[in-house]
């Protein structure tokens, strides 16, 4: 079982990633051609020879990029923790690398330390920092790895001496507390290989969480599939990352966004499974974040702080028999929580066999009347009366205070 051991991680239930590197600057597209796939892979995916790519840094000048005003959103929208892409597969560094000249420092007009600006803004709203950091994917380094293509793994383990050993150090010690190392595509990284990365995370920061995606069955805890969410409860540490479009990086042609009442539902569900959800944005060349990401979190911010006391620090939770067609549950401790997802009349939930003390709405804490008893097919129920106002609206959440530790349900096998 996958365990952080860091409480902070286990409570956190919602982030934000960052992708942002000099893809960013082609949009989606180069030399008229759109990406085929992902935006911050149009390097590999379009061939574009490295010398060609490496001269984007000389136009990164990201002039409307404000760390500070990032933070504080996120933090707005009730997110516990950022993931910012240090370095991705492309191999550009976006902190003040000393043992690579490939860095938004040296190798732009900007001469920002990107990340240096994301550090001090962490710190200024007690907001967590975590680290991506691409540690087989390199595009430009001749001894790093290409995902989907015939790898030649010859200089990889010099690569891993000369690069990414002495990266991993830069960015463990010059950026104050970092939270957790966003390994990311292992492909065919040995077992010593991955063991020796955690030693030196684990030696320069011991409470440096690392993410699943090390390899070798190592991480802390479990990264699912980019937006894939689990079926059902998964014990132990874990997170969904995803995206609110389709790709990671800034793409001027990726309008396919997601609902942010889907991306409600999402959050509700992965929570409720035990998992946090870590939702990406990527900015545009000049720093900005996408509009409509923008709209979509402070809508799903709204519903998250509103309702902070049924999603953050709540538990996995036991197997519920019945698929709700209105909501979805989360639980803590002495607390039972209903997401409500559609306008219905009344609630009634069947075979809790809890002592329900008070039923609550969880954004104003105001009581509601509630009753238990058993229905004609001899099914406990707990039935809410809803005052007419949230008769006709969805997307509020109704806690119930339980004399037990935590929601017992009857198997309805029976
Ligand atoms: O290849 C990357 C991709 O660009 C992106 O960074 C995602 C985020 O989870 N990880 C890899 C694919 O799974």
Known sequence: MKDTKQQWFKDAKFGLF??????????????????????EWIMNDLDIPKEEYEKLAAQFDPTAFDADALVKR???????????TSKHHEGFAMYHSQCDSYNVVDAT???????KELQLACEKYDMKLGLYYSQAQDWHDEGGLFGYRENSYEHYQEYLDRKVMPQLREILTGYGKISIIWFDTPLE????QSRSMIALVKELQPDCIISGRIGNGLGEYMTTGDNFIPRL????????????????????????????????????KI??????YLLNVGPDP??????????????????????????FATKRMPLYPYMLTFGDLTCKSHHLYLHMFKKVPRIELLNVLNH??????????????????????????????????YQKRAYYCIGFELEEEMPIFQDIQG
């Not at 996120?74 to 910012?84: N, P, T």
């Not at 874990?238 to 990726?254: M, Q, R």
């Open 356 to 389: 329900v003390k008070r039923a609550y709405l969880v954004h104003t804490g105001e009581d509601l009347p509630f009753s238990t008893g058993a229905t004609c097919e001899g099914d406990g129920f707990i039935r809410v009366a809803l005052p007419e106002e």
């Open 18 to 39: 960052i992708h942002w590197g000099l893809y960013a600057l082609l949009e989606g597209e180069y030399q008229g051609k759109k990406a085929p796939g992902l935006s």
């Open 189 to 192: 990284t040995t077992y010593e």
């Open 271 to 276: 929570n409720s499974c035990g998992g946090n």
């Open 233 to 268: 409860p998964y014990e132990g540490d874990w997170e969904v990352p995803a995206t609110l479009n389709d790709t990671w990086g800034y793409s001027k042609h990726d309008h396919n966004w997601k609902d942010p009442e889907e991306i409600i539902r999402l959050l509700v």
């Open 286 to 311: 000049l720093g900005r974040i996408p509009e409509e990401s923008l709209r979509i979190l402070d809508q799903v911010g709204s519903y998250v702080t509103a309702n902070a006391e049924a999603i």
């Open 74 to 84: 996120a933090k707005d929208w009730g997110m516990k923790y950022i993931v910012f």
């Open 109 to 115: 007009p900007c001469k920002r330390d990107i990340l």
